[in-house]
């Protein structure tokens, strides 16, 4: 996804680095039932919809390029795949060990929409961070799909551990406070961005028939 634009600002989301789903809003500094299962079907709807995107893909639909400027299938799974983790990193290694004050939780009210409104948003498309960009990590689409489905396991799991509260934990980010479970719905919608850029190069003309 590289940057995105709120407000007129240009965001890095490799900083740290449409389902428009309306998150229950709670206290800040608690994560309720209804409001953890929400964040994991969000997480499985995308994962879903991801998988749905690359299944079935030739090797020639797989490496495809509509431009020189633009990614193929190929490319946009791997970025993905590799921001699955990276993403999930800065909750578990930046956000997650100091509990928020409660001036920061204050500003993380009302940002789950935030996230799901703007990061999905393909309307400015722009250079992924450096970190991020494609590489070939992976050698085919079955060694993409395994990988990716291994980092959103472990998404997966932090999203449904109950012994953590996701609520009482912050950071400032490019779109205002986030606390950690509004980071990992970042990382869902990263994903929802990012199948869309796929059927974008899917629904390009010239693209293979098989």
């Given at each position: 996804m590289g940057r995105i634009t709120n407000g007129g600002r240009w965001v890095c989301a490799g900083m740290a680095l449409a389902i428009v789903c309306m998150i229950p809003g709670v206290a800040a500094g608690e994560t309720t039932e209804a409001d953890r299962k929400a964040l994991l079907d969000h997480l499985q709807r995308t994962r879903a919809a991801f998988l749905a995107s690359i299944g079935g893909v030739s090797e020639a639909q797989w490496n495809w390029k509509p431009g020189a400027d633009r990614w193929s299938v190929?490319?946009?799974?791997?970025?993905?795949?590799?921001?699955?983790?990276?993403?999930?990193?800065?909750?578990?290694?930046r956000v997650m060990p100091t509990p928020a004050s409660p001036d920061l939780l204050a500003k993380t009210r009302g940002q789950d929409e935030v996230v799901l409104r703007t990061i999905p948003d393909r309307s400015a498309k722009v250079q992924a961070p450096e970190p991020l960009q494609p590489?070939?990590?992976?050698?085919?689409?079955?060694?993409?799909?395994?990988?990716?489905?291994?980092?959103?396991?472990?998404t997966l799991r932090l999203a449904g551990d109950t012994g953590q509260d996701l609520r009482a934990h912050a950071m400032e980010s490019p779109l205002g406070a986030l606390d950690a479970y509004q980071w990992l719905l970042f990382v869902s919608a990263h994903t929802e961005r990012h199948t869309k850029q796929i059927e974008e190069v899917r629904a390009t003309a010239g693209f293979p028939a098989q």
């Open positions: 190929a490319e946009v799974a791997e970025h993905i795949t590799a921001a699955e983790g990276f993403l999930r990193g800065v909750v578990t290694d590489r070939g990590a992976w050698k085919d689409r079955a060694a993409v799909t395994a990988a990716f489905e291994e980092a959103r396991a472990e």
